[in-house]
């Protein structure tokens, strides 16, 4: 058991005093996040990370990825107290997290969020210690062919899994991808799509995107249901905590199978979104009573809360491993390491052990500190939103225009921080996914020195993708995604076609 | 006036006036072709085939572009037929926009003074402007307000954190 004794030196590099005191402030941070809207654990992490470059890496991801946690518990408080999803894997939690709320059970229902989401985390977490350094290990054989097939399968599975237009899908990650090739070619050096513009050749940073996109369109769209917060009391005290407890061992089966959802849903990029509907519609349909969820069943808390925080957690499994991230907050932490200079993949296992398993510990700790800070201060977080909105969305659009312009000192990045929120917000409305976007931004020009590192070796072949069964596998797997939603348009033509043969 | 803004989107029914989603689906697929269209004309322009030593820069943008107009025409397709999903549904009411237009209209004068102004006293008066004209604080509460959002980004940023922000002349005149 060679990871236990790699996670107790983890465990002495997060106990460090610094380490722990930066973990409860990520943490806090986080819940203050996740509460506000307009800041989720995407863009609060894109904008507090210029202010890390200073900090020894994994003292910045301890930091960072705490405040992701704190985002994920902080996305309930709003959704069970004011119907208000704070983060949209928080949705599913309002189903019947509101109602609760409405009945007089809101510290019952928040009990039951914070602790399955603690148990879905915890889940994901061990099994990020178990799995990761043997998905590492494998990973070290990966030539740049299997690089680009894993790539090409976590794209692919965005459009097979899509929940909406998988045409869509496409074209979001395509305008991502051309985003990311934007500015100076890596290899030959050459300026490509800069159309002459000076302002152009820096390219686009993707946390400029995903302040603007994540943070300013979230602002636009909430002010235009007119932004009246109503919530309700939040009363939440040992008593209730206790009483909840006692009742959650009932439910353990329930998270259980919650936990196992959600962290497969985390480890394929579809991410913690689709993991809490699907665990809420799976608890649904295999409940003794379904009529009764929407009318403040706590397994419909519990079911998509699990789910939410254990694919949430899970995400970094990918990120850590291949240094394909499986979620927009991933993806962030992942253009994070690359600023501290770390290189991303197998290799971090071999080269920065100490970063890997001090983050993995920080993991632990991080979450016991999420779940202690939100059951103790509840009541002061939902006050936030009691802050008139528009005192609340000129302090975000503060903040927001302060982090665009950390990331690289231009002040012509609050501009493109704008113009992306304005994407950002059309995108949205039209139901274009903004996840698929952001990872081809970030991965664009891994993904494509791959493909061309790739083709360098077979001369222009693109049998090299399938030279071996591994690689050959893999792109086979992302074919199959890719030609899922056609298989499922077909079908619906053939059987249009045969209803219309039928009736005629 | 300015109190009665915020209460006006609960009248809002799915039958107002508006933008159609349809009219938004076809003005985005087209912008999102133009785009392909410009990657693949800047892609042909720099070469995207296969140079002396390996695929040339344009070769991946290329393809990307070509994807991209793709999509973008097949999701025009149901649309113009008449046959899209939402046909008939708004993708923004009148007063909805209205509503977006007030944070959104502010929000760019805000970015555009950042540079003259530098971003402390840009803030500080787009906070006390939000409060006095989309919430109903007078200038009494608004101006200490945006004066100590101001205060609290400057000693966070410039004197903890130890990152300059843009500043402007008053900056200069208080000696930074």
Redesign the interface.
């Known amino acids: 058991m060679e990871e236990i004794g790699l996670l107790m030196q983890g465990f002495a590099v997060a106990l460090q005093p610094d380490n722990m005191l930066l973990m409860l402030i990520g943490v806090v941070l986080g819940v203050l996040i996740g509460v506000l809207p307009g800041l989720g654990g995407a863009n609060g992490i894109a904008i507090l990370l210029p202010l890390t470059f200073a900090m020894p890496p994994v003292s910045a991801v301890i930091m960072l990825s705490c405040i992701y946690w704190g985002a994920l518990f902080g996305g309930a408080i709003t959704s069970i107290l004011f119907n208000i999803p704070g983060e949209p894997w928080s949705v599913a939690t309002t189903f019947d997290g509101y109602p609760m709320a409405q009945q007089g059970r809101a510290g019952e229902a928040l009990t039951a969020a914070f602790t399955s989401s603690f148990v879905g985390a915890f889940v994901a977490v061990v099994m990020i210690t178990f799995v990761a350094p043997v998905i590492a290990g494998f990973a070290l054989r990966f030539g740049p062919p299997e690089f680009f097939a894993v790539m090409f399968l976590s794209f692919a599975s965005f459009v097979g899994m899509a929940k909406g237009s998988p045409l869509k899908s496409l074209a979001a990650m395509m305008l991502g991808f051309l985003l990311a090739a934007v500015g100076m070619d890596t290899v030959t050096g050459q300026l490509r799509m800069t159309f002459g513009s000076s302002e152009m050749i820096r390219g686009f940073d993707f946390l400029v995107a995903v302040i603007g996109l994540f943070g300013i369109s979230e602002i636009l769209c909430s002010i235009e249901d007119g932004l009246s917060f109503k919530g309700q009391k939040a009363k939440i005290d040992l008593k209730v905590v206790l009483r909840t407890w006692k009742e959650m061992p009932k439910h353990a089966l329930l998270a259980a199978r919650s936990a196992i959802i959600g962290v497969w849903m985390g480890i394929t990029p579809a991410g913690a979104t689709p993991a809490s509907f699907m665990s809420y519609g799976v608890a649904r349909k295999m409940s003794k009573d379904p009529a009764g969820f929407g009318h403040g069943k706590i397994e419909g808390v519990i079911a998509p809360e699990t789910a939410a925080h254990a694919a949430g957690t899970s995400a970094l499994l990918p990120m850590l491993t291949l240094g394909v991230p499986g979620s927009p907050t991933a993806a962030v932490l992942l253009g994070g390491l690359i600023m501290w200079g770390l290189q991303p993949g197998p290799m971090l296992f071999v080269e920065q052990k100490e970063f890997v398993w001090g983050l993995i510990a920080s993991m632990y700790l991080g979450n016991i500190a999420g779940l202690l800070v939100v059951l103790v201060a509840v009541p002061w977080f939902a006050a936030i939103l009691r802050v008139p909105f528009p005192i609340i969305a000129a302090l975000i659009l503060t903040v927001c225009a302060i982090g665009a312009y950390t990331v690289s000192n231009a002040e012509f990045d609050i501009v493109l921080m704008l113009i992306f929120g304005v994407v950002g917000y059309v995108m949205k409305k039209l139901d274009y996914p903004l996840a698929p976007l952001v990872l081809a931004l970030v991965l664009g020009d891994r993904t494509e020195e791959a493909f061309r590192q790739s083709l360098l070796v077979s001369e222009g072949s693109m049998g090299i993708f399938f030279h071996n069964w591994l690689s050959g596998g893999i792109m086979a797997a992302g074919i199959a995604l890719l030609a899922w939603p056609l298989l499922g348009w077909l079908r619906g033509v053939i059987a249009s076609g045969m209803g219309r043969a039928r009736a005629a | 006036m300015s109190t009665t803004t915020?209460?006006?989107?609960?009248v809002v029914r799915s039958t107002a006036q508006g933008i159609t989603?349809n009219a938004?689906?076809v003005a985005?697929s087209v912008t999102?072709a133009l785009?392909?269209a410009?990657?693949i004309w800047?892609?042909a322009r720099?070469g995207a085939g296969?140079g002396a030593?390996?695929?040339?820069?344009?070769?991946?943008?290329f393809w990307?572009?070509i994807?991209?107009a793709g999509?973008?025409f097949?999701?025009l397709l149901p649309i113009l037929r008449g046959r899209g999903e939402h046909a008939g549904k708004m993708?923004?009411t009148w007063p909805?926009l209205r509503?977006?237009l007030?944070?959104?209209i502010p929000?760019?004068f805000?970015?555009a003074a950042?540079?003259i102004t530098g971003?402390y006293v840009a803030?500080a008066v787009?906070?006390a402007?939000?409060?006095m004209?989309?919430?109903d604080?007078t200038w009494r509460s608004a101006v200490p307000?945006g004066l100590a959002?101001a205060v609290v980004?400057f000693a966070t940023?410039e004197i903890w954190?130890l990152?300059?922000?843009?500043k402007g002349p008053l900056e200069d005149m208080l000696g930074f």
């Open positions: 915020l209460e006006m989107a609960p989603r938004m689906e985005t999102l785009v392909g410009a990657a800047d892609s720099i296969w030593d390996g695929p040339q820069s344009g070769y991946f943008p990307l572009g994807i991209l999509t973008s097949a999701n993708f923004v909805q509503l977006v007030s944070v959104l929000t760019v805000y970015v950042i540079p971003l803030s787009l906070v402007y939000f409060m004209k989309l919430g604080f307000a959002t980004a940023f954190f990152v300059g922000l843009p």
